[in-house]
């Protein structure tokens, strides 16, 4: 078994779960084989480009959980809000530049405050 067929499928698997997709639902939306998916979450796949792509953003995986998975031991709240923030386009992102940046003040000022 290649080194990356288990992060992989493990990623996949995970993925899919977490959206509540079957195998032929995952299949259906990145337009690939069943067969494919279910090779690639028992650890048999080697898939193309042009499978892994689509299965990667339909399921909206950070492909570091592939290629760096020891890397993403990122805390699930930061790994959700970056999913968000790269879902946004360059429009939403300015808008919420300003509020995420008075957020985080007043959040870091609460924090520094000491308590009496």
């Keep these: ?3 990356y067929s288990r992060p992989l499928g493990d990623t996949i698997k995970r993925a899919r779960g977490k959206l ?3 195998q032929n639902e995952v299949a259906d939306a990145a337009d690939i084989d069943v067969r494919t998916v279910l090779n690639i979450e ?3 796949g080697n ?5 892994l792509y689509p299965l990667v953003r ?3 995986i950070d492909a570091r959980e592939i290629f760096n998975p020891e890397m993403c031991r990122e ?3 930061l790994r959700q809000l970056r999913l968000l923030i790269e879902d946004c386009s360059e429009e939403e992102a300015a808008s919420i530049i300003p509020i995420f940046q008075a957020v985080l003040s007043a ?3 609460q924090n520094a405050t000491p308590i009496e």
């Design 1 to 3: 078994m290649p080194e």
């Design 20 to 22: 509540g997709l079957t």
């Design 42 to 44: 028992n650890y048999k």
């Design 47 to 51: 898939p193309k480009m042009e499978v």
């Design 58 to 60: 339909v399921l909206k």
């Design 75 to 77: 805390a699930p709240a």
């Design 107 to 109: 959040l870091r000022n």
